[in-house]
């Protein structure tokens, strides 16, 4: 597919007419799509979320080189204390969510299972952290941030991609919330 972002993936439209599926090589029996976010639970923790950390990651790093090295009015731009203050931001939202991962990552491994919540945090936090960093990056970059030249645009758009894969944040805001309900979460 000729995707904005994400091209390095090698996603493709998959078809199926008139398939017929054996019920001894069904996964869940129908009706149970619940019971495959929870199996999917570790594989989301190792997946999505970790790639939005590294892409938010490499979009800070090329952020601050630009920073050092880009120079307004005889002075370097990394003196300016507002743009100082956007890396700030940046650095303290990718620290959050690496928490989050490393949270659930460790949890996953020690118990074999970790709850559907704990990743679903883990994503939405990851997923929106690496959009607002990827964007400040742009914005950090100026005329350089919109080049497809340099990094800025295409980890903005993997970053915005990843918010869509492996169920959208508002998917996984509805799983989190069913769980507050069952009382299977609580502060």
């Not at 996953?108 to 709850?115: A, I, Y």
């Amino acid at each position: 597919l000729d995707l904005v972002g994400l091209r390095g993936t090698g996603m493709a439209e998959l078809v199926f007419e008139d398939a017929h599926v054996p019920a001894e090589n069904l996964i869940l029996a129908p009706g149970r799509m619940k019971d495959l976010f929870t199996l999917m639970a570790s594989d989301r923790i190792a997946g999505n979320p970790p790639i939005a950390l590294g892409i938010a990651q490499a979009a800070f790093t090329a952020a601050v080189q630009h920073v050092r090295d880009r120079s307004q009015f005889g002075k370097p731009l990394i003196d300016n204390q507002g743009l100082q203050w956007k890396l700030a931001d940046m650095a303290t939202d990718i620290e959050t969510a690496r928490a989050l991962i490393y949270n659930a990552a460790v949890r996953t491994d020690l118990n074999g299972s970790v709850p559907v919540y704990e990743t679903s945090m883990a994503k939405i936090v990851a997923n929106e952290m690496a959009v607002r960093v990827t964007n400040q990056a742009i914005q950090l970059g100026g005329s350089f941030g919109l080049s497809n030249e340099y990094p800025f645009e295409r980890h903005f758009r993997d970053a915005r991609g990843l918010s869509i894969g492996y169920g959208t944040t508002e998917i996984h805001r509805n799983s989190i919330a069913r769980d507050i309900v069952s009382g299977a979460y609580s502060c």
